[in-house]
C-alpha cells in the first residue's frame, strides 16, 4: 500500500520529522518532485539533520531511498548529503535512483542567479538553486535524463546542441561568460560515476514491491499553496506539491495511493516572498528554513488556506505539528475568513484577490504550559484541545496526529 506525506500550506510544516516516524513502517520511501531548493529537518538518535535531497527514510536499515522520475536530481548535492549522512555514523542507506529523474545541471544554478539579478526587486524569490531552469529546460524537452548519460555519443552532441542556445541567452540578455560544452561533458562523466551503481527502473521496482505486499511512502517537499497550478503563482514552486502528483512522479498507478497525511502546522509561517493574509508583522520570527536560512514570515493559523490546502491533497489524515510552541501564548488569534473587497469568505482566492484579503481573526484562550512529553490526547491541557477541535472543525479534516516535539516519540494519536 502507499501512503503520502505532504504539506497543506507553504512548506517548513514538519513533513521531516512524519516521515521520518512513518518510515519506521514502510519498506520504500520516495522522494517525488522538487529538488534541493528544500529541506526538511530531522531529530532522531543520530542528532539533527538537515536533508534537501535524500529521502528522509535513510536513517533506517531496513527501508530503500528513492529519488523517483520527478525530482530535479542535483547529483554533487545528493551525493555530498549522502557521504554526511555515512559520516555521522548512520549505516550507509539503500538508494536507487530512476533512470527517468533528470539532472540538475550547473548552468541551471546560473541562469537561475543571473535571471534573480537580472529581475531585481521583481523576483520570484528563488532559493537559486536551479529549480525554475531546470523545470523549464524538462517540459521544452531539452534536458538530461539520468539514462542519457549511459551513451555518450548522443550525449556528447545533445550538450554542444544545448550549449549553443543557452549561449545566446548568456551573450545577449545576461552578458555573462559563455559555456563550454566539453567541460559539461567532463562534469556530466564525473555524474555518471557518480550514480552508476544506484541507477534503476523506479516504476517497475515499486510495482514489483506492491506486487509483494511492501508499504511505499511517498515524501512530499513544500506546501499545497507552492503548487504551481492551485497555489499562490507566481510565487510557487515549479513541480506539484500535490499527492496526486505523487503517482507521476514516482511512477505509480494513482488508485494505489491509499492514505494521504497533510502536514499542518499550529500556526503559519512562510519562507519568501508571496501573499501570506494572515501574517504578524513586527513578530519576532524566531525559526529559521531549514535549506536557506531566509527568515520564516511568521503568522497565526489560518483555517482558510489550510482547508483549501489539505482538500487539494486529497487528505485522509492530518498531522497537526509544532502545537508545543504556542504554550507561551495568553491568547492565540486564529484566521478563520478572508474579507475580500467588503466580503467575507472561507474559500480561498485566485492570487489576484488574495492581495486584497484582509484575516478575520478569532481568538481562543492560550493554556499556558508546556506540552511536550504529553502521549495522551486526554491528558492535553483542555485549552490546547480546544484549539485542536477548533482548527478541525475549520478545516473539516480529521486530525489524527499531533506532534509536540521535534523528535519520533513526540506525537499524540488520535482515534477519528
Ligand atoms: P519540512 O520541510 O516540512 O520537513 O519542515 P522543516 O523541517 O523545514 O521545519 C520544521 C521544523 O520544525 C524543524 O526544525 C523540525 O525539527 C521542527 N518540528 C517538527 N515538528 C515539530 C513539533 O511538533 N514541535 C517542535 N517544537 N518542532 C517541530
Known sequence: MVKAVVGANWGD?????????LAEKADIIVRFQGGANAGHTIVNDYGKFALHTLASGVF??????????????????FFKEYNEVVSRGVPAPKIMISDRAQIVMPYHILFDQYEEERLGGKSFGSTKSGIAPFYSDKYAKIGFQVSELFDEELLKEKVKRTCETKNIMLEHLYHKPLL?????????????EMVAPYVGDVSLFLWNALKEGKEILLEGQLGSLKDPDHGIYPMVTSSSTLAGYGAVGAGLPPYEIKQIVTVCKAYSSAVGAGAFVSEIFGGDGGEFGATTGRPRRMGWFDCVASKYG????????????VLDVLGYLDEIPVCTGYEIDGKVTTEFPTTTLLEKAKPVLETLP????DIRGIKKYEDLPENCRKYVEFVEKHIGFPITMISNGPGRDDIIYRNK
Not at 510544516?13 to 516516524?21: F, H, L, P, R, Y
Not at 487539494?312 to 497537526?320: E, K, N, R, S, Y
Open 13 to 21: 510544516e514538519g513533513k521531516g520529522k512524519i516521515t521520518d516516524m
Open 366 to 369: 492560550g493554556w499556558k504550559c
Open 180 to 192: 563550454d560544452p566539453n567541460e559539461i561533458f567532463d562534469e556530466l562523466m564525473k555524474y555518471k
Open 60 to 77: 533506517y536499515n531496513h527501508t530503500t531511498s528513492v529519488i523517483g522520475n520527478g525530482v530535479a536530481l542535483n547529483i554533487p548535492v
Open 310 to 321: 489539505c482538500r487539494l491533497q486529497g487528505t485522509t489524515d492530518v498531522a497537526f505539528t
